[in-house]
């Protein structure tokens, strides 16, 4: 088999597991092209995650990344990895990480992510995130939007002179 090159790539519940994350961080992630990658459900857990986190860097092309439902989100280690990874990433725009019952401090590490990364737009989180927590990432992904909107007005066509 060879590379996807397509724009996206999905595997939901497929049950890959940490070995697999590993894999699609060597394989898909960092020498493909694909735009999307939907892995919801495969219980990559921290082993498979940092995989996936560690290739980032590497990756041009992709727009979407889809780790939902990994059991991931107990692990600060996995989330300080993923971390990491996005801020050296400058083509993601969405990131899904719900239903990964993040621990308050790896909300933290996310929340300053966000901060730090203003190209990203939609991120998605598990719902019982803390209050204060969950109310940081709505308003740095709304000043990320609004500020894209602005820079749009900005650069659209100029009118008659």
């Known amino acids: 088999r060879g590379t996807p090159t397509g724009e996206w790539r999905k595997r939901e519940y497929g049950g890959l597991g940490g070995g697999g994350?590993?894999?699609?961080?060597?394989?898909?992630?960092?020498?493909?092209?694909?735009k999307e990658l939907h892995l919801k459900g495969n219980t990559l857990g921290a082993k498979g995650v940092?995989?996936?986190?560690?290739?980032?860097?590497?990756?041009?092309?992709?727009?979407?990344?889809?780790l939902s439902d990994n059991c991931f989100g107990i692990h600060l280690m996995a989330i300080e990895a993923l971390r990491e990874g996005i801020e050296?990433?400058?083509s993601l725009t969405s990131i899904d990480l719900?239903?990964?019952?993040?621990?308050?401090?790896?909300?933290?590490?996310l929340v300053d992510m966000l901060k730090a990364k203003p190209?990203?737009?939609?991120?998605?989180i598990y719902e019982r995130a803390e209050d204060h927590l969950f109310?940081?990432?709505?308003?740095e992904c709304k000043?990320?939007?609004?500020?894209?909107?602005k820079a749009?007005?900005?650069g659209g066509k100029k009118g008659k002179k």
Not at 21 to 34: F, H, L, Q, Y
């Open 21 to 34: 994350g590993e894999d699609i961080g060597r394989n898909i992630v960092r020498a493909s092209s694909i």
């Open 50 to 66: 940092k995989g996936i986190a560690q290739a980032l860097p590497k990756n041009v092309t992709l727009t979407h990344l889809d």
């Open 88 to 90: 050296s990433n400058d």
């Open 98 to 109: 719900n239903l990964n019952s993040l621990v308050p401090a790896g909300t933290r590490e």
């Open 119 to 124: 190209k990203i737009e939609t991120f998605h």
């Open 135 to 139: 109310e940081q990432i709505l308003v």
């Open 143 to 149: 000043a990320h939007v609004d500020k894209k909107k």
């Open 152 to 154: 749009g007005k900005k």
